[in-house]
């Protein structure tokens, strides 16, 4: 057979190193299903929509992504086999079900949640090796990068801003060595979270006092569709209402599952961090 650099990129069978070890795909997919938010978002980047055949429930993006009541969390075998998957793509094995698929003969990918984006690119060519849309998939992750190097050089370097980003208002933050605070930190932005005592795992419980102390130049929501959280909530908080992110206008309210996957849209979430970083620091007069 010809060598791999000047095969079609349809090429099958092709094996890929996957969170569940090699797996390898006999054919071109036609039938897949996306049990992850990321990877539904991904799949239909890539060029790879019209052979996904279902999503799970938590799969809102894009809007024509097949809608199912398929569960990520609670994985269904049967529900899963129904849909005649030769391809099924998840980012945790919940339930057991990379196994149980195995029995049935039904391919898994498992492509865990990216620590950094350079996992995030990784699972993005894989996807697109996966499903036969390999050039489709590198255009994709070039522009990621293309997009992400082009903000950060635009970013101003000097401001020594910190930030909390919020995950949730128990409050749960985000330390730098999460995927997120990662994506921070190619801004030069200082996380207030990572001196937090217990940051075991990159998601420390704060205080109240602990934010109110730390004072961050910037608050980033990313509780905002799922709890409402706003510059007026924040102000309601013990302690926090004279916050000087609040006194200037610099929480900056997050889509929840733009702030929560490792797709392709984590350029749109860079474009966010940029645009709030510039606008920083305008109102005391250094811009």
């Not at 998957?85 to 196994?99: E, H, T």
């Not at 992110?245 to 474009?271: F, K, M, T």
């Amino acid at each position: 057979s010809a060598p791999a650099s000047s095969a079609p990129s349809g090429e099958f069978p092709v094996t890929i190193e996957a969170g569940n070890g090699q797996v390898t795909i006999a054919r071109k997919p036609e039938r897949v299903v996306s049990l992850s938010a990321t990877h539904t978002e991904t799949l239909f980047a890539i060029g790879a929509g019209p052979q996904v055949v279902a999503v799970d429930n938590q799969s809102n993006y894009p809007p024509e992504a097949p809608k199912t009541d398929l569960s990520g969390f609670e994985p269904n075998v049967e529900a899963i086999v129904a849909e005649k998957p030769d391809l099924v793509v998840v980012s945790d094995d919940l339930n057991k079900i990379v196994a149980e698929l195995g029995k049935v003969n039904v391919p898994v990918l498992v492509q865990p949640a990216a620590t950094e984006l350079d996992d995030a690119y990784e699972e993005i060519i894989e996807l697109g090796a996966a499903t036969g849309n390999k050039a489709k998939a590198e255009e994709v992750v070039a522009g990621m990068k293309t997009a992400i190097d082009k903000l950060v050089a635009e970013a101003p370097k000097d401001k020594k801003l910190t930030y909390y980003h919020e995950l949730d208002q128990t409050p749960y933050a985000a330390t730098s060595k999460t995927f997120i605070g990662q994506i921070y930190g190619i801004f030069g932005l200082t996380n207030i979270a990572d001196k937090a005592p217990a940051s075991a795992g990159g998601y420390p419980k704060l205080s109240a006092e602990f934010v109110a102390q730390a004072d961050p130049d910037l608050i980033f929501l990313a509780d905002v569709k799922c709890c409402g959280q706003s510059k007026e909530t924040l102000a309601e908080r013990p302690g926090w209402k004279n916050l000087s992110a609040l006194r200037n206008d610099q929480v900056i309210q997050l889509d929840d599952d733009i702030a929560s996957r490792w797709g392709p849209r984590v350029v749109d979430l860079a474009e966010t961090i940029g645009a709030a970083v510039a606008g920083a620091g305008a109102e005391d007069g250094t811009s």
